[in-house]
C-alpha cells in the first residue's frame, strides 16, 4: 500500500510534464506540416522541372566538362 502513495503523485508530475511537453512541441510548430514529409518523399529529386533543380552554367559544373 506503501507503493501507491509514491506512485500516484509520481505518475501525476510525470504527466504534467509530458502535457507540458506537448503543449510546447505545438508552440514551436512541430505539427504544423503533417503531410509535407510524406509528399516531399514521392518527387523525383532529378525531375528538371522542379525550381530548385534548374541547371545553371555558373560554378555547378565542373570546367573541364564541356572540353568533350
Known amino acids: ?4 502513495y509514491a506512485l500516484i503523485p509520481s505518475m501525476i508530475v ?3 510534464i509530458l502535457v507540458g511537453i506537448l503543449i510546447w512541441a505545438v508552440k514551436r510548430g512541430q ?5 509535407g ?3 516531399r518523399i514521392l518527387m523525383d529529386d532529378d525531375d528538371p522541372g522542379l525550381p530548385g533543380n534548374q541547371q545553371k552554367k555558373d560554378a555547378r559544373s565542373w570546367p ?3 572540353d568533350d
Open 1 to 4: 500500500m506503501d507503493v501507491i
Open 14 to 16: 510525470i504527466g504534467i
Open 31 to 35: 505539427y504544423e506540416d503533417m503531410e
Open 37 to 39: 514529409d510524406g509528399n
Open 64 to 66: 573541364d566538362a564541356e
